[in-house]
């Protein structure tokens, strides 16, 4: 792999252009594999760098049934934060968090990565009670947020409305060091990475089956073939459903469609990240000057990627109450997602009944923040056979055990 | 938008008149069951890519619980039924057929 730099720009300007390589090779599927990941998506490519990099594994195929990263990874509103109330889920959100500030020298990619600072707006006085509860249960987790008051919201983000027609901001949780990073990037960085260590990403190629003996995956049976392997990891978050119908088990896990919006960019009106959980919206200003807004989940099961048109008008008035700035701006596009909701709000790392397939689902709304500290704990899950530190309190024995990590409360419904 | 119409009242109710209750048809384990079908019964969740079974209530009109048959990819309705059954009436089992040939009730499983 040749390296990105300053002076790979200036080489290459100078021969105009021709000397650019691909940033990861098409390959066709090998008869088998030490470690198939299915999924290409952030999580997936993680998972597969860290089995590389972190602990040596590098007979990996990672099989795509669309084109890598088009799924949450490319639909989701950016956001990096872990001011998680629980200590499990600010352990792994923390560890991803820190994973990000690296993750562009770690890479050679830029990811594009921007501290800007996160605000969760608290408007009513439960939730003041509730983000001054998390802030202190931060500080004893070692991740840095703080409590503030109405006042330093307003110097932090001028556009804000103070006192809301139905709410008022009281507050807000704030994490300097949570912020955003190009989504995109991070899904090519970590294909080029894992394609220069010699694993195989496999687009356009839909698992159809799993085909198991006596307890054990042997194989996936996909659009291009047969493809056996010793170790299965599923890492398909809205369609963890089906594969896991394929395997034979099921998930305590249901999809739902989550959207979000951008708007014609605009000149620099926002350097933070805005989410406001109790008139449900969040938004950040992309450096394109595009406004990236998310809203609410729909209230059924559904995988058909667009949303319903309800839940764009109760975001929108959410945001022209918080910013009336906002009313006059055209919105450019609308999308959607199959999220994968958990009961209690939290992600699956976990065995599963098949000894050796291993899955990695359930991060619902809000899993872009955490796929670099997600890889790194599932390649730990994969490459040892049992869920590491990070990784442990995240099984699926938690629910019939009653050992939830309750974050709907904590979190909302936005992540 | 989803538009189901409400058994008891009659009314195409569109999804802001409606409150979605989850699966239908579960089975219920209390007391006495064992833990893993007692997990089942709370946290399982079939989360079909097709035909799927609901639980909705007319939450802004008549207030009643009542039961779809939907498809969770083209969000079309096979139809509506009272929740006063445990499983699908044969009614709604012959129009899912006639729209989805070889599909079959609890499949999964």
């Known amino acids: 792999m040749k390296r990105y730099s300053t002076f790979a720009i200036a080489r290459e300007a100078l021969r105009h252009h021709t000397g650019w390589e691909r940033a990861w090779r098409k390959a066709t599927p090998k008869k088998k594999y030490d470690v198939v990941i299915v999924g290409a998506g952030g999580h997936g490519l993680a998972t597969a760098y860290y089995l590389g990099k972190n602990h040596g594994i590098r007979n990996v195929a990672i099989l795509e049934k669309g084109w890598l990263g088009g799924g949450n990874t490319g639909r989701n509103t950016t956001i990096i934060r872990s001011n998680y109330l629980q200590d499990p889920s600010a352990a792994i959100y923390e560890k991803a968090r820190s994973l990000y500030e690296t993750m562009s020298q770690d890479l050679n990619y830029n990811v594009m990565f921007s501290p800007r600072g996160l605000l969760m707006l608290a408007q009513t006085h439960h939730e003041v009670r509730g983000y001054e509860r998390t802030a202190h249960a931060n500080a004893l987790q070692g991740v840095d947020t703080q409590f503030i008051g109405p006042q330093k919201v307003k110097e932090l983000c001028p556009i804000i409305r103070l006192d809301g027609p139905r709410y008022p901001v009281l507050g807000a949780l704030y994490q300097a060091r949570g912020g955003t990073a190009r989504h995109d990037a991070v899904a090519w960085g970590y294909a080029r990475a894992c394609s220069d260590m010699g694993m195989d990403i496999i687009q356009q190629c839909e ?38 119908e394929m395997a034979g088990f099921r998930l305590p896990i249901e999809s739902v469609a ?6 014609e960019p605009i000149k620099p009106a926002m350097d933070v990240v805005i989410m406001a959980n109790t008139v449900h919206g969040y ?9 990236v807004i998310g809203g609410g989940t729909d209230g059924y099961n559904n995988y058909t990627q667009r949303g319903s048109f309800q839940h764009i008008e109760e975001t929108v008035r959410s945001l022209i109450e918080t910013f009336p700035m906002l009313s006059r701006l055209k919105m450019l596009r609308q999308w959607g997602g199959i999220v994968d909701v958990t009961g209690d709000r939290s992600p699956i790392l976990s065995k599963t009944p098949l000894g050796n397939c291993f899955i990695n689902c359930g991060w619902g709304t809000g899993g872009f923040k955490a796929i670099p500290g997600s890889g790194w704990a599932t390649a730990e899950m994969i490459a040892q056979g049992e869920p590491g530190p990070l990784a442990a309190a995240f099984g699926l024995e938690r629910f019939r055990e009653g050992r939830f990590i309750d974050e709907s409360v904590a979190a909302g419904v936005a992540h | 938008m989803l538009i189901l119409t409400c058994p008891y009242c009659g009314v195409k109710a569109e999804e802001t008149e409606l409150h979605g209750g989850g699966e239908a ?71 899912i057929s006639a729209k989805r040939p070889g599909w079959t009730w609890r499949s999964f499983a």
């Not at chain 1, 006596?214 to 594969?243: F, M, N, Q, Y």
């Not at chain 1, 989550?258 to 708007?263: H, P």
């Not at chain 2, 309705?77 to 044969?90: D, H, K, L, R």
Request: hydrophobic residues 35%.
């Open chain 1, 258 to 263: 989550l959207q979000a919006l951008v708007s």
């Open chain 1, 207 to 244: 698992v159809t089956g799993v085909r198991s003996d006596g307890g054990k995956v042997r194989g996936v049976s996909t659009t291009l073939g047969e493809i056996d392997c010793d170790k299965l990891g599923i890492v398909v978050a809205g369609h963890s459903g089906v594969l896991a």
């Open chain 1, 283 to 291: 938004m950040s200003q992309s450096d394109k000057g595009e406004m």
């Open chain 2, 25 to 95: 048809h579960l089975t219920r384990f209390g007391p006495e069951s064992s833990d893993e079908a007692f997990e089942g019964y709370l946290f399982q969740r079939e989360n079909p890519k097709g035909v799927h079974f609901e639980r909705w209530r007319h939450a802004q009109g008549c207030g009643k619980w009542f039961h779809a048959a939907r498809c969770t990819v083209t969000l079309e309705v096979f139809g509506t039924y009272s929740a006063q059954t445990s499983e699908p009436p044969q009614n709604i089992r012959d129009a």
